[in-house]
Nanobody
């Protein structure tokens, strides 16, 4: 079992920056993909970014490419999502997830989920 706890959400103005953190505990996440997803009110949960823990290889949704950066700190068992140049459409609950499929982008490919952290971008 893997437990995931997100933090770092909040209110930020458009064009600003925010960094989300997700701490993993329980079993090791070595050999897992760590992903970030988000869900806005009335919308489906969508893929944002993923990182393969072992190599640090990454994958991004087109909507955040060039603005967001996913990274991990092996010693802290923590994955980060650095959000720059945020837009009002980035407003959503952001979720951290872990799964065995390499750089997966589908919700169903992840086994473990955090409780989510709210990000609100004001215009």
């Amino acid at each position: 079992q893997v437990q995931l706890v997100e933090s770092g959400g909040g209110l930020v103005q458009a064009g600003g920056s925010l960094r989300l953190s997700c701490v993993a505990s329980g079993r090791t996440v070595s050999g897992y993909t760590m992903g970030w997803f988000r869900q806005a009110p009335g919308k489906e949960r969508e893929f944002v970014a993923a990182i393969w823990w072992n190599s640090g290889s990454t994958r991004y949704a087109d909507s955040v490419k060039g603005r967001f950066t996913i990274s991990r700190d092996d010693a802290k068992s923590t994955v980060y999502l650095q959000m720059n140049a945020v837009k009002p459409e980035d407003t959503a609950v952001h979720y951290c997830a872990a799964g065995p499929n390499y750089l997966a982008s589908m919700r169903t490919q992840y086994n473990y989920w955090g409780q989510g952290t709210q990000v609100t971008v004001s215009s």
